[in-house]
């Protein structure tokens, strides 16, 4: 196998092609006549071939030369371009932001969370991937994104990830103004089998909790309408379809207006945990470590991490 080309010694080819004289090259590059002259013969020695001839006090390139030359200054503008490319990197303001979240954070969390990201990084190039939380996770695991805003992974995937939390959100059921579980304030437990559950589509991580809850709690959902959008869900409950499963952080605007009124799904709540995951081990770069602090302080700003929900009614 042949020896790679030294960088040194094409810098020295470089210099000496361009200043056609040993002492001038030598000054160029801060060295001694007698080091370029060795980087030369070590060059020519390794490519098996004349690089150079001398005639007096010039030197002149022989065909060889005049070939290889092309493809030195190619490789130094590329070793330069990459050099260049890093050293922007670690400039404030420049790199790059790949995230992925949920259509939900998408639509109510990420907006604030960029607005200020944009200003600490104005040049930094952002991609936000949408999407569910296993499709995240997968994109994860695949390196197509550096973050995701998600819900905890289950306990088998976690030890793939490190989630930094966010905020605990809980999961209730929200009926339109005139339903009758608004009029009673609950939702009794024997009407809620023969009543429609509105719920997001059974691929998400949301469904399955909802699915063991129910489960654990020995209530079996016969009649659900499954939608991939948590605005849909809430447009459907308010012509009194049937009742949503949301969390109050998504509808604060319908409770506020009335036109929604959330129940306890029971007893025991239904909670949930948000945070920013990545790859175990990975080191995250400036941008990403200014993107979590951001979500941690958005959450804090928006209620999310002292959000309660709407006081129950006694079952």
């Known amino acids: 196998m042949k020896p790679t080309l030294d960088s040194r010694q094409l810098h020295a080819f470089s210099a000496l092609a361009r200043r056609g004289s040993f002492t001038l090259a030598a000054k160029d590059l801060f060295l001694t006549q007698s080091a370029v002259s060795h980087a030369i013969k070590a060059l020519e020695e390794d490519l098996g071939c004349r690089l150079l001839d001398r005639v007096g006090k010039r030197v002149m390139l022989t065909q060889s030369g005049e070939q290889f030359l092309r493809h030195t200054e190619k490789i130094l503008r590329e070793m330069e371009a990459a050099r260049a490319g890093l050293d922007s990197l670690s400039k404030w303001g420049h790199g790059r932001l790949r995230v992925g979240a949920s259509t939900t954070a998408c639509q109510h969390i990420l907006p604030t969370v960029l607005r200020e990201f944009r200003q600490s990084f104005p040049k930094c190039e952002i991609r936000i991937e949408p999407g569910d939380h296993g499709y995240q996770l997968d994109l994860l695991r695949s390196g197509q994104v550096d973050l995701a805003l998600v819900i905890e992974p289950p306990s088998p995937?976690?030890?793939?990830?490190?989630?930094?939390?966010?905020?605990?959100?809980?999961?209730?059921?929200?009926?339109?103004?005139?339903?009758?579980?608004?009029?009673?304030?609950?939702?009794?437990?024997?009407?809620?089998?023969?009543?429609?559950?509105?719920?997001?589509?059974?691929?998400?991580?949301?469904?399955?909790?909802?699915?063991?809850y129910f489960r654990e709690e020995k209530v079996t959902l016969d009649n659900i309408i499954e939608l991939g959008s948590m605005e849909a869900i809430k447009e459907l409950v308010k012509i009194g379809l049937g009742a949503g499963l949301l969390a109050p952080w998504i509808a604060q605007a319908e409770l506020e207006s009335g036109a929604l009124i959330s129940l306890p799904l029971g007893p025991r709540k239904l909670r949930r945990r948000w945070g920013v995951a990545h790859l175990k081990g990975r080191r995250l770069a400036l941008t990403e470590e200014t993107f979590v602090g951001l979500c941690d302080s958005v959450s804090e700003v928006l209620g999310l991490k002292t959000a309660k929900a709407p006081a129950e009614s006694a079952e």
């Open 157 to 212: 995937v976690q030890d793939e990830f490190t989630f930094v939390p966010l905020f605990r959100d809980e999961l209730r059921f929200f009926v339109a103004p005139l339903h009758p579980w608004a009029k009673l304030g609950r939702a009794p437990r024997e009407q809620i089998a023969s009543e429609t559950i509105i719920l997001y589509n059974k691929a998400s991580h949301t469904f399955r909790l909802v699915r063991d």
